[in-house]
């Protein structure tokens, strides 16, 4: 059991970075792959980009070589580092922790958070 609790997301400039945290709470926070995910308005939720629990990265097309995950177990933080980025990045974020491997599928993951915005302007 785990609650998450997403920050930092905003309104930026196109081109500009924003990075986006994930609170998780209790000390079973290292158990647990961490993924993001985002959702505009009218579209599915998509995979952006996840971290296994020893530290490998995965990555989106859309996001490889523009955004950056990362995890500090001892805060229980996960975060999105996100740069150069674009209107077409405009989404409610969402972290979200599971168990399993299967690091791109929504249905992997158990706890999600609350989501947060982000707006690109162009």
């Known amino acids: 059991q785990v609650q998450l609790v997403e920050s930092g997301g905003g309104l930026v400039q196109a081109g500009g970075s924003l990075r986006l945290s994930c609170a998780a709470s209790g000390r079973t926070f290292r158990s647990y792959a961490m993924g993001w995910f985002r959702q505009a308005p009218g579209k599915e939720r998509e995979f952006v980009a996840a971290i296994s629990r020893s530290g490998s990265t995965y990555y989106a097309d859309s996001a490889k070589g523009r955004f950056t995950i990362s995890r500090t177990n001892a805060k229980n933080t996960a975060y999105l580092q996100m740069s150069s980025l674009k209107p077409e990045d405009t989404a409610v974020y969402y972290c979200?922790?599971?168990?399993?491997?299967?690091?791109?599928?929504?249905?992997?993951?158990?706890?999600w958070g609350q989501g947060t915005q982000v707006t690109v302007s162009s």
């Open positions: 979200a922790a599971g168990v399993g491997n299967s690091y791109y599928s929504v249905r992997m993951y158990d706890y």
